[in-house]
């Protein structure tokens, strides 16, 4: 067997995530998935109730451990918060969750924030020991810089004083630096989460460029150049290889980041993501 890699170290322990509509996906990707991986079920707004809880039985059941997505400005009143996670303790699937603000411009209900709804102490009502919360490395198109620092801070603190857990889980990078960068200006914060880079699957070159510009990610010729395609060639699929490896070793090289992982945003589907980091894993020598 191969030399263990940092990238392997990095890849250890890592995380995806799937909609609603992706258990007929998820069916295909668990056996190439490790025994307890976390898997994101995201909060849309064209989905139900019963979508999401069904996506989160099927993670269940597959030996997997779901993270429930809760969108603040999706959710109409506290009544149906309640009823959310009532369904989700229910399911057993509640002691992990990720609160995130949410794609409406103007709240539908009483929370115009992820940090709102944690304050609403619901959550740690309902039975949730660790709550995921959203970090933009390379900011975010609609909030200034300072803002979603003290947003950070803030959700960081109400947490530990709640006393449960957290997570940052990083909107998706192209580039290492802007995310070391980051992730050296948390712990000087005094945060000492673990975070979760989120990390593009495999995927088409064109979906890939089509997600970065609409959130905001850095795309340029450069960057991605770096990243492993080309701008000006948009057929074929890309993968993380190049990233994983840069961001491992640089992180085993640096001073101590504390606690970092991998979250794949699965723009290419789950199966072919999970066949990339199961091959990849392989490759660097993790252990099966």
Do not use: C
């Not at 969108?71 to 918060?81: G, H, K, T, Y």
């Not at 009502?125 to 810089?145: K, Q």
């Not at 947003?151 to 006393?163: C, F, M, N, P, R």
């Amino acid at each position: 067997m191969p030399a263990t890699t940092p990238a392997a170290r990095l890849l250890d322990g890592f995380s995806l995530e799937m909609t609603g509509k992706d258990v007929e996906g998820l069916a295909e990707a668990a056996p190439l998935l490790p025994a307890g991986t976390r898997v994101n079920v995201t909060f849309l707004g064209n989905e139900d109730l019963e979508m999401r809880l069904a996506a989160a039985r099927a993670v269940l059941a597959h030996g997997l451990v779901p993270v429930p997505h809760i969108s603040a400005r999706r959710i109409r009143s506290a009544a149906e918060l309640e009823e959310f996670l009532a369904a989700l303790r229910e399911a057993g699937a509640h002691e992990h969750v990720f609160a995130v603000g949410g794609d409406p411009a103007e709240p539908q209900g009483p929370y115009a924030s992820s940090l709102e709804l944690i304050r609403s102490g619901l959550l740690a009502e309902h039975g949730v020991r660790e709550v995921s919360i959203a970090g933009y490395p390379e900011g975010h198109p609609d909030i200034a810089d300072a803002e979603l620092w003290s947003a950070l801070v803030d959700k960081s603190a109400e947490l530990a004083q709640q006393g449960l857990g957290s997570v940052v889980l990083t909107q998706f990078a192209f580039d290492t630096d802007p995310v070391l960068t980051w992730i050296r200006a948390v712990r000087d914060a005094g945060i000492d989460a673990t975070l979760r880079i989120g990390t593009p699957g495999p995927a088409g070159i064109k979906r890939l460029v089509s997600f970065a510009t609409r959130f905001g990610v850095g795309a340029n010729a450069m960057i991605v150049k770096k990243y492993g395609f080309s701008l000006t060639n948009l057929m074929g699929t890309a993968g993380p290889e190049r990233f994983v490896a840069d961001l491992g070793a640089r992180l085993e090289e640096g001073p101590d980041a504390g606690p970092v992982g991998l979250h794949f945003y699965t723009f290419g589907g789950l199966p072919a993501t999970a066949r990339w980091v199961q091959e990849h894993r392989a490759a660097e020598g993790a252990p099966a």
